[in-house]
């Protein structure tokens, strides 16, 4: 088990996507504002180790942003 707890996975949650010129990426700052191609009550993708591995919801845990899953995607769904 001590194995098992050693072993790292990097999880993604993409809630938006957006195209902008690098140079209006480097021109922002801190606390800018980029606007997503989803809403804030639509689904989001969640990846492990860049594979898709469910959709989920965000929801707010006080002053934190969370993530609920809704659905789990094997690889034959993709």
Do not use: F
Not at 40 to 56: P, Q, S, T
């Amino acid at each position: 088990m001590e194995a098992i707890n050693r072993v790292t996975v990097e999880i993604s949650v993409i809630l938006g996507r957006t195209e902008m010129p690098i140079r209006q990426l480097l021109k922002m700052g801190r606390g800018a504002v980029i606007d997503l191609d989803a809403g804030h009550e639509e689904e989001c993708w969640i990846y492990a180790n860049d594979e898709l591995i469910a959709r989920g919801e965000i929801i707010m845990i006080g002053d934190r942003i969370g993530v609920t899953i809704s659905k789990m995607i094997s690889q034959t769904q993709i």
